[in-house]
């Protein structure tokens, strides 16, 4: 398995909403990323998590609140989010050092 | 902290011919360099990456070359094909997990 899956696909939420994006892989990475792309922009790092725990926050706003449960598994959990927040939210995984880094398809989030 | 600067950000080439996408760096650490392709709605796809121990790297019609003394570092593809038509996005990371991109160049391949 050389994927990384991320659920789900589209979201609609509401500003007063609580929701949750998940991301899982199964190829052994030891590092796994939450990223948010604008249209026409680059990836924007939010968050990276080595070996199950937190080692990069990109001063990310505190209505994204994430979650690594085991190794394979990635939580970005949502609440209270602002419209400007809609975006593409990409997960992303690698060995340590950085090699092999793969992106999940991502999930498109609108905030209405 | 590390700053990719990518040149140019829109780039029409007639198919068949090369195209060149240039990138520099500003960390003399970084030692890791990929290129990712997005197309329209799907995530950044790897397509070819270098390590600071090799000037040069190729994969059937990509190359991608390093001059660490000048800190840049190219794409090249050629005999283009209107497949190749994207987002193509340059990083560099120090060998840590945290890749820097580039602002990403909008290639085009006229029929």
């Known amino acids: 398995d050389t994927e990384v899956t991320q659920t789900p696909k589209h979201l609609v939420m509401g500003m007063t909403n609580k929701k949750s994006l998940k991301c899982e892989q199964h190829?052994?990475?030891?590092?796994m990323y939450w990223y948010k792309q604008k249209a026409k922009k680059p990836p924007e790092l939010m968050f990276v998590?080595?070996?199950?725990?937190?080692?990069i926050n990109e001063s990310v706003p505190s209505r994204f609140s994430p979650e690594c449960p085991n190794s394979s598994l990635l939580n970005l959990h949502l609440h209270a989010l602002q419209p400007e927040d809609s975006a593409l939210y990409l997960c992303?995984?690698?060995?340590?050092?950085?090699?092999?880094?793969?992106f999940g398809s991502g999930t498109r989030l609108t905030v209405v | 902290g590390e700053n990719v600067e990518q040149h140019p950000s829109t780039l029409s080439v007639q198919e068949g011919d090369s195209a060149v996408i240039k990138c520099t760096y500003s960390?003399?650490?970084?030692?890791?360099f990929p290129w990712y392709k997005q197309e329209l709605g799907k995530r950044p796809q790897l397509i070819i990456d270098?390590?600071?121990?090799?000037g040069e790297k190729k994969d059937q019609r990509i190359a991608v070359t390093l001059n660490k003394t000048a800190k840049h570092f190219s794409l090249h593809i050629t005999e283009t094909q209107p497949e190749d038509s994207a987002v193509y996005f340059c990083?560099?990371?120090?060998?840590?997990?945290?890749?820097?991109f580039g602002t990403g160049t909008r290639l085009t391949i006229i029929p």
């Open positions: 992303a995984s690698s060995q340590w050092g950085g090699a092999g880094y793969t």
């Open positions: 190829m052994g990475h030891r590092a």
């Open positions: 998590y080595s070996y199950e725990k937190l080692s």
């Open positions: 960390d003399s650490a970084s030692n890791y």
């Open positions: 270098i390590r600071s121990n090799v």
């Open positions: 990083a560099a990371s120090t060998g840590n997990e945290k890749l820097t």
